[in-house]
């Protein structure tokens, strides 16, 4: 369950960023979501294979902060132009 918590959070921000195509946006966000956990989860089995599954968990608490950080850089959907 709080795998699928953030989902709604990022359709409605896609939403903001195209308002006049709700179901692309939500198609692309999810997409892109689930398409870039895919890619790093290989990157994380070689962290764990290399220096154990708590080298991971370590790594995963750093990906909020890379998280607001890439949020601090974002545009606000009205002041876009």
Known sequence: MCVNIPFAV????????LPSRPGTAA???LGLAVSAGGL???LLG????????QAVLTV???????AVGL???LPR?????
Request: proline fraction near 11%; charge should be negative.
């Open 40 to 42: 790093f989860v290989p």
């Open 27 to 29: 198609g692309v966000t």
């Open 10 to 17: 990022l359709v409605k921000l896609g939403q903001d960023y």
């Open 60 to 66: 995963m608490c750093f990906v909020p902060l890379a």
């Open 77 to 81: 959907p009205d002041e876009r132009g």
């Open 46 to 53: 070689m962290i764990a294979d290399h220096s154990g599954p």
């Open 71 to 73: 949020t601090l850089v």
